[in-house]
């Protein structure tokens, strides 16, 4: 389903039940604060071009690193597709604003990566300022009461249902496997495989 106004002017599409969570994130915020979803639900074939674009940096920040180690480094910030959340339409990108729309400093832009943050980019990085770690976990409070998982190496990505969510509270598979071309967000099907770690980004 698409996501109202409420949370932004980007209409992202995302599971209903990721869609129900994030109304009670965002009912839960303190007075004065609201939730701007940037993307929900990815294409297959963007998220393939943002694996590539990723690599390409990774490979040329770290150009000793074996070729094991350059797919750990990749996989740590961008999901291969197999167990992608976004192309499940099971993950979100977003940050604090004020009521008014403006975005509050949550110490980096969304998609700042680990090399060009410094690693600020991590959710419980503790070289950012004061505020933007407060913050991190107001943000982190009403997302999490609601029942979405944080990846840790990016404090804007949560989701639910999909294989992160399940390795991480410990349900037995994940609710929602990558969708088709046909309808993005319309499909419910469990993903019954194995629960792989990979799920940022």
Known sequence: M?????????????RS???????????ALPAGLALRV?????PVAEQRAIIASYAAEVAAAHPGASAAEHERLVSRFVAPVAV??????AAV???????????????????ATPEASGGRCYTASR??????????????????DAGLV???????????G???????????AARYGPVGTTSPVAATSSCGASVLSGAGR
Do not use: C, K
Not at 2 to 11: H, K, R, S
Not at 101 to 107: E, R, S, T
Not at 162 to 172: I, M, S, V
């Open 2 to 14: 698409e996501l109202g106004p409420e949370f932004g002017p980007a209409g992202a599409l995302v």
């Open 17 to 27: 039940g990721v869609a129900d969570r994030l109304a009670a994130a965002r009912a």
């Open 38 to 42: 940037q993307e929900g639900y990815r």
């Open 84 to 89: 992608a959340p976004h192309v499940a339409g």
């Open 93 to 111: 990108d977003l940050t604090l604003t004020r009521s008014g729309g403006a975005d509050l400093d949550m110490g980096t832009p969304i998609d």
């Open 127 to 144: 070289e950012i300022g004061t505020r933007a770690r407060t913050l991190r976990a107001v943000l982190a409070g009403a997302l999490g």
């Open 150 to 160: 944080n990846y840790p190496t990016e404090w804007w990505h949560w989701s639910y």
């Open 162 to 172: 999909d294989r992160y969510w399940a390795l991480t509270t410990g349900a037995p």
